[in-house]
């Protein structure tokens, strides 16, 4: 018995199509064709895996946490928090933070789709931060260094004013307790501009305490982690005697596209990238995570010589 035209045509209608050439790619069973409209089901992995944003391969989150939060794929070095980074960088137990009383203010009382107190309200709860800066002393590998981390997850690292006035305050601390200095930037945000002027000034605070440290003969390294952007990159994390970088970390002034739309010339692929500054003398060494705390370590004992650091 034939099917009637109207019969099959409801029948093709079902049917899924390829895209290409309007004909079905379902031979089987019709009643199969109606899954094609059903919801697609995604699989929870309920924390279990995660997707790298280098390879794309899901990884189950226990391996990258295993492995200092890098892909055992590609190697991918995912950004991390400063809690995160200081107990992977410091000996356990060592890391005293200071300067737990500075806290951000809202001076402009600026508003854009949110308002600025509350943004640093939300930020502060998921960084669990008061602002996007860690900073103390702890050692490295049995050596007393002052050590600061900025933290991506709070508005991304950006350097307002406690940003500034820590790590200028860190500095200080350095230096009168004759330490040397480590700095992880990870800032994409650049300077904060919710604070406007007050936020610009901390490019020249940091840079101002920097040049009074390395004056007096101490020792500054400054990391880079990804992404570095903006003020942050423009003062405190391009000032120091050596500059190390993780794999594949971004710095620059700005992002590639403004760059590229602003000067409307074609840009070198990847010319953001820790590779590309290390071959044009950027940065001084690139450093996997895991081989962080023993290349501190190395320098902070080349560098003895130039005065001896406190205990």
């Not at 040397?180 to 610009?200: K, N, Q, T, W």
Request: proline share 5%; with cysteine; charged share 25%.
């Amino acid at each position: 018995m034939t099917e009637t035209p109207r019969a099959l045509s409801l029948h093709v209608a079902c049917l899924p199509y390829d895209g290409m050439d309007g004909r079905p790619t379902h031979t089987g069973d019709p009643l199969m064709a109606f899954s094609f409209f059903l919801p697609r089901r995604h699989v929870k992995t309920d924390g279990v895996f995660t997707k790298c944003r280098q390879c794309a391969q899901m990884v189950r989150v226990r391996d990258v946490e295993e492995g200092l939060d890098v892909c055992p794929a590609c190697g991918f070095h995912f950004p991390i928090g400063a809690q995160r980074r200081i107990q992977i960088t410091a000996d356990e137990g060592s890391f005293e933070e200071l300067f737990t009383d500075i806290w951000p203010c809202d001076p402009l009382e600026f508003n854009a789709k949110k308002a600025y107190s509350e943004r640093l309200r939300q930020s502060q709860q998921s960084a669990g931060l008061a602002d996007a800066v860690c900073t103390g002393a702890g050692n490295i590998k049995g050596k007393r260094t002052a050590v600061g981390v900025t933290d991506h997850r709070f508005m991304m690292g950006s350097m307002g004013s406690v940003v500034g006035e820590k790590i200028a305050l860190l500095t200080e601390y350095a230096l009168e307790n004759n330490l040397p200095l480590v700095i992880f930037s990870g800032s994409g945000g650049g300077a904060r501009m919710d604070e406007g002027v007050l936020s610009l000034m901390q490019m020249a605070k940091t840079s101002a305490a920097l040049g009074k440290f390395q004056k007096a003969g101490l020792l500054y390294i400054s990391v880079i982690t990804d992404p570095t952007y903006g003020g942050v990159s423009a003062s405190f994390a391009t000032l120091g005697d050596v500059i190390l970088a993780e794999p594949r970390a971004r710095m620059g002034f700005t992002g590639p596209r403004v760059i590229q739309q602003t000067m409307k010339v074609d840009l070198p692929e990847g010319f953001q990238e820790a590779e590309f500054n290390l071959q044009h003398g950027q940065v001084d060494r690139i450093v996997h995570r895991r081989d962080m705390p023993d290349v501190l370590a190395r320098l902070i004992d080349f560098f003895r010589p130039r005065r001896i650091y406190g205990k």
